[in-house]
């Protein structure tokens, strides 16, 4: 993000209504009115790594909105206030491909930065390793427009949007390949 500020989208304090809501450091704003300090801190986010039943393709999603409309993906999403990450997982695999999940096995995370209506959402995205009940019903909705096993050895990783599902699923094929 260079030298601009998290915060710089936010002029005014969100308590009082202050303008005088300055930085206090790389990654806090003041009000040099009221006192109140903002950390803009990283939002939590999931990804789950689905493997067909032969053990040799990886579930791979084909973003249907921006950022990176188009692009492969993993699913997941945002984890919502008072939820677990896994609770987001397997609400994030039920929205977008209509799938249950039976385990999920936390694996790892990344940093990353996602870009949304102008303003740059500093990440910690969580990856699992998902178990699935039944492929069968898998019906893509919500954030993705299309569904795919790919085998291990045909993943282009230049086809992924996403700067750390691309280092995620890298490390998931030199560790599973």
Not at 16 to 23: D, H, K, M, N, Q
Not at 140 to 168: H, R, Y
Request: glycine share 6%.
């Amino acid at each position: 993000m260079g030298t601009t500020h998290p915060l710089n989208l936010f002029k005014f304090c969100p308590r009082c209504g202050s303008e005088r809501f300055v930085e206090h450091n790389t990654k806090a704003k003041v009000c040099r009115q009221c006192g109140f300090q903002y950390y803009h801190n990283s939002s939590a986010a999931v990804a789950g790594f689905i493997i067909s039943s032969n053990g040799q393709e990886l579930l791979l999603c084909t973003r249907a909105k921006n950022p990176y409309k188009g692009t492969l993906d993993l699913t997941g999403g945002f984890v919502d206030n008072d939820e677990t990450a896994e609770e987001a997982i397997c609400r994030e695999i039920k929205e977008e491909l209509n799938l249950d999940v039976t385990k999920a096995t936390y694996l790892f995370s990344l940093p990353n930065t996602y870009p949304y209506s102008d303003f740059t959402v500093h990440t910690l995205d969580l990856f699992f390793l998902v178990e699935i009940a039944n492929i069968e019903n898998l019906k893509c909705a919500d954030d993705v427009s299309a569904a795919q096993f790919i085998p291990f050895k045909n993943i282009d990783i230049n086809a992924i949007g996403l700067s750390s599902v691309k280092k995620a699923v890298n490390k998931f094929l030199m560790e599973h390949v």
